[in-house]
Every structure is written in structure tokens, then in C-alpha cells.
């Protein structure tokens, strides 16, 4: 399929290894975040998600991490393997709304 | 159990017709939301439907307008194309909830090409 990753920052790993995917978000009315993965000719796939009364969410093999004050989340991704080549978005919602306010992008590259 | 279903999966168009996307939510939705993604960047969103009425719009201009069915199904139509409407046209869906935020979950998208 199609690539939806073109021109967007790209994190290379080795399998095994963690991985770190930033993300800043810019309206301070957003009180829940979400991770979504797609993967090449898919749509995005709901990975983990966190409120903002919240700092940290784990998952299986995957925790979020929220800092409010510097509006940044982080998507850690553990003994990361090569099905988890994707580009991985973070989406925000606002207080009163249920839209998805999505942000650039990162590609993660798998190496076996 | 089937997930969000979308057709057609591939369109090609040129400047000035008309599309219509459709879109089948998850299984017990009851709420269609429509995102553009350009190639390279995230999802936009474009309207979202309830009760078959529009509930919410982004930033898109009339020229793109949608209906929701009784079952719940969407449509999105898109009149006059332009070469910037290019793009995977992503529906989403979710339960409209009271309680909670709800995780929208997507289809694989219509691929609109207009030459």
C-alpha cells in the first residue's frame, strides 16, 4: 500500500531494543490524548490512551506518559519488533468536543 | 465481528465531479466521524455524525457535506473537485457516551486521486 509516511521524523531501531516516540501538543483545553498506529494502506489503529488526571498509562508492552505542563506525551514501546514498524500519531481531545486533533507523525523503522 | 468498512477502497476522479465515500460504523456505533489525510501528514477531520444529524465540522468547506442513515452508515460527498482534494479519506467510529471519552476506531480508508 501506499506510504502515509513521507517527510515525517523517522525513529530507526534495532529489534529488542525500547523505543520513545515524542509528541507535543499545543491546546491546553485537551483533557484526553490517544496513540493510533497505522501501518502502510491501513487506517490508524488504536494503541493506548491516557486523561489528563492522569501521568502515566501502561499497556501491554507499550506505556504513555502525559507531562502537562510542557504539553508533551511519549509512547514507549518495549522489546520493540519489527510488527511495530509504523507511523504512530498522537490525537488530542478537547474538553466538550469528541474530535480527534491529530499530530504530525512519527515513522518507526524495525530492524530484525 | 466486523470493524468499520469503507468502499469504495480506490478512486479516481477528475477536477470537477462529484464522489460519494461511504462508510459502515463498528458494530453497536452510533457516531461516523470523516478525516482527510494527506500523504505525509496526520488525519484532518472534516464532520462527524449523530443521530443523523451533523454534530460537529472542521475546517472544510461546504463544498464537502455528508448524511448519516438510520442504520448508522455515512456518507460523504465531495462536489466541484479540486486537485488538492487528493487524498485517504478516513471514517471513524465510536458510542456516543455521557460517561466517558470514546476510542474512534477507523477503516482502512478511500484512496481519491483527481487528475
Known amino acids: 500500500g501506499e506510504s502515509v509516511g513521507l517527510h515525517l521524523p523517522t525513529l530507526s531501531v534495532q529489534e529488542g531494543d525500547n523505543s520513545i516516540i515524542n509528541c507535543a501538543y499545543s491546546?491546553?483545553?485537551?483533557?484526553?490524548f490517544i496513540w493510533y498506529k497505522q501501518e502502510s494502506g491501513k487506517g490508524p489503529q488504536f494503541i493506548i490512551d491516557?486523561?489528563?488526571?492522569?501521568d502515566k498509562r501502561q499497556g501491554q508492552r507499550v506505556t504513555v506518559l502525559l507531562n502537562k505542563t510542557v504539553k508533551h506525551l511519549s509512547l514507549q514501546i518495549a522489546a520493540t519488533q519489527p510488527g511495530d514498524s509504523a507511523v504512530y500519531f498522537c490525537?488530542?481531545?478537547?474538553?466538550?468536543?469528541?474530535?480527534?486533533?491529530f499530530g504530525k507523525g512519527t515513522m518507526l523503522l524495525v530492524s530484525p | 465481528d466486523a470493524g468499520v468498512t469503507q468502499s469504495p477502497t480506490h478512486l479516481i476522479k477528475t477536477r470537477g465531479q462529484q464522489v460519494t465515500l461511504r462508510c459502515s460504523p463498528k458494530?453497536?456505533?452510533?457516531?461516523v466521524s470523516w478525516y482527510q489525510q494527506a500523504l505525509g501528514q496526520g488525519p484532518q477531520f472534516i464532520f462527524q455524525?449523530?443521530?443523523?444529524?451533523?454534530?460537529q465540522r472542521g475546517n472544510f468547506p461546504d463544498r464537502f457535506s455528508g448524511h448519516q442513515f438510520p442504520n448508522y452508515s455515512s456518507e460523504l460527498n465531495v462536489n466541484a473537485l479540486l486537485l488538492g482534494d487528493s487524498a485517504l479519506y478516513l471514517c471513524?467510529?465510536?458510542?456516543?457516551?455521557?460517561?466517558?471519552?470514546?476510542?474512534?476506531?477507523f477503516g482502512a480508508g478511500t484512496r481519491l486521486s483527481v487528475l
Open positions: 455524525y449523530y443521530e443523523e444529524e451533523e454534530r
Open positions: 491546546n491546553s483545553a485537551s483533557d484526553y
Open positions: 471513524a467510529s465510536s458510542l456516543k457516551n455521557r460517561v466517558s471519552k470514546n476510542i474512534q476506531y
Open positions: 490525537a488530542e481531545i478537547s474538553t466538550g468536543y469528541s474530535t480527534l486533533t
Open positions: 458494530s453497536g456505533h452510533d457516531t
Open positions: 491516557i486523561r489528563s488526571n492522569m
